[in-house]
């Protein structure tokens, strides 16, 4: 079973931030915080991970919570291109993903 | 630089049939995954691959397996197919040394596999 509990839709308008939220409250000291998104007809595609530092890179930035229970994925500036299923993972070493569900993003014209 | 590919694109068998589903891993990569994405549901674990070995499996049957070729190639072969064998078959590659693979994963556009 998935580790994480994200909620089931969101929506955005265009060209607005995105705080896309994930609670992880069993999380250990060794799972690193991984996000893949999976737009439509497409593979996952993986977005951002970190561990306990907030994480920036050129698709979204990753905040962790100190105390790493909870963690939100950003996106600065939605785009319709954004409009896709967001996975939030924990995974540590060499082990497999495993997704959930994930939160079905919207993103308004 | 090549991503990675998946063939066929779609796929209609029936029942008790085999199939077989094949991936191209991105160049340099020598890690192969296999994920099944039922109807609205996240993808699932099937099995992972490093040279040409099985090296992590999931909670699925023995009819389903899988090879690793010496470019790194992978093919996943399900034997006597069952309706719920319906889904997005997904290939991720990524590049893992002795073992661990911990870099992300790249993956494919997937196999749709219909069984009737």
């Known amino acids: 079973d998935a580790k994480t509990t994200q909620p089931n839709s969101m929506e955005s308008n265009e060209e607005e931030p995105v705080h896309l939220p994930c609670n992880h409250s069993?999380?250990?000291?060794?799972?690193?915080i991984h996000w893949y998104r999976q737009l439509p007809s497409q593979g996952p595609e993986y977005v951002i991970h970190?561990?306990?530092s907030n994480v920036n890179n050129r698709m979204a930035s990753l905040a962790i919570a100190e105390d790493r229970k909870s963690s939100t994925l950003i996106l600065h500036r939605a785009t319709l291109r954004d409009a896709a299923v967001y996975y939030c993972?924990?995974?540590?070493?060499?082990?497999?993903?495993?997704f959930g569900k994930g939160t079905r993003l919207s993103v308004i014209a | 630089e090549t991503g990675v590919t998946q063939s066929p694109t779609h796929l209609i068998k029936t029942r008790g049939q085999q199939v077989t589903l094949r991936c191209s891993s991105q160049?340099?990569?020598?890690?192969v995954s296999w994920y099944q994405q039922a109807l609205g549901q996240g993808p699932q674990f099937i099995f992972q691959?490093?040279?040409?070995?099985?090296?992590g499996r999931g909670n699925f049957p023995p009819r389903f397996s899988g090879l690793q070729f010496p470019n790194y190639s992978s093919e996943l072969n399900v034997n006597a197919l069952e309706l719920d064998d319906s889904a997005l078959y997904l290939c991720?590659?990524?590049?893992?040394?002795?073992?661990?693979?911990?870099?992300?994963?790249?993956f494919g556009p997937g196999t749709r596999l219909t069984v009737l």
């Open positions: 991720a590659s990524s590049h893992g040394t002795s073992g661990s693979a911990w870099g992300e994963q790249f």
């Open positions: 069993t999380i250990s000291g060794t799972d690193y």
């Open positions: 970190g561990l306990t």
């Open positions: 993972i924990l995974r540590v070493g060499n082990t497999p993903l495993v």
């Open positions: 160049s340099g990569h020598n890690t």
């Open positions: 691959y490093y040279r040409e070995e099985e090296n």
